[in-house]
């Protein structure tokens, strides 16, 4: 099976901050990547997928990058919405299935 | 837009069966160009994919749980389902039902969750 280790698992930030946060497969997933931000209390929101590309309505702030086996997201100037946790997420085809990393509890400092 | 919606009892005795159903609305169940997924957060850690079924009726369960799990669809009511064996304490969380796009893979609509806590 596929592990995600995503870093950090809490970071602290002020607004204007760039912020990155890293995920890496324990093997080649090629593009298969995506990232999700969680508020309290609420279920998860995909933000970009197939590791660099932006869902449709989500600010341009945020991106992606990377394949194989290291991907990064960053939002390039932090703001307070952006308070969350974010996770990102592998899917694999052999076996069939989705992994998601640990999660990332963003605040602001 | 396609809505999801769960449903089921919220406490559950240990060695019992979890069983909840996610209702979909906004959209047809039998749509080719997605699988349904339950996933589950325990309260203050992070997520775990449960499974996926098409609807097809074809499944893929996360290999931690598939002793446990079973997934089935109903489409005469746009509707699926989640039955959770032998529960303990540890399969306390908050159960999501999701719509995976088939080819991205992406986890594009989900439902509120809803709190299932396992005690006697």
């Known amino acids: 099976d596929i592990q995600m280790t995503q870093s950090p698992s809490s970071l602290s930030a002020s607004v204007g901050d760039r912020v990155t946060i890293t995920c890496q497969a324990s093997?080649?997933?090629?593009?298969?990547l995506n990232w999700y931000q969680q508020k309290p209390g609420k279920a998860p929101k995909l933000l970009i997928y197939?590791?660099?590309n932006l869902e449709t309505g989500v600010p341009s702030r945020f991106s992606g990058s990377g394949s194989g086996t290291d991907f990064t997201f960053t939002i390039s100037s932090l703001q307070p919405e952006d308070i969350a946790t974010y996770y990102c997420q592998q899917y694999d085809n052999l076996p069939p299935s989705i992994t998601f990393g640990q999660g990332t509890r963003l605040e602001i400092k | 837009q396609v809505q999801l919606q769960e449903s089921g009892p919220g406490l559950v005795k240990p060695s019992q069966t979890l069983s909840l159903t996610c209702t979909v609305s906004?959209?047809?169940?039998?749509?080719?160009?997605?699988?349904w997924s339950w996933i589950r957060q325990p309260a203050g850690k992070g997520l775990e994919w449960i499974g996926r079924?098409?609807?097809?009726?074809?499944?893929n369960y996360n290999p931690s749980l598939k002793s446990r799990v079973t997934i089935s669809v109903d489409t005469s009511k746009n509707q699926f389902s989640l039955k959770l064996s032998s529960v303990t304490a540890a399969d306390t969380a908050v159960y999501y039902c999701a719509s995976e796009e088939s080819s991205a893979k992406t986890l594009d609509y989900w439902g509120q969750g809803t709190l299932v806590t396992v005690s006697s």
């Open positions: 197939d590791a660099s």
């Open positions: 093997q080649d997933i090629s593009n298969y």
């Open positions: 906004g959209g047809s169940i039998s749509s080719g160009s997605y699988y």
């Open positions: 079924i098409y609807t097809s009726g074809s499944t």
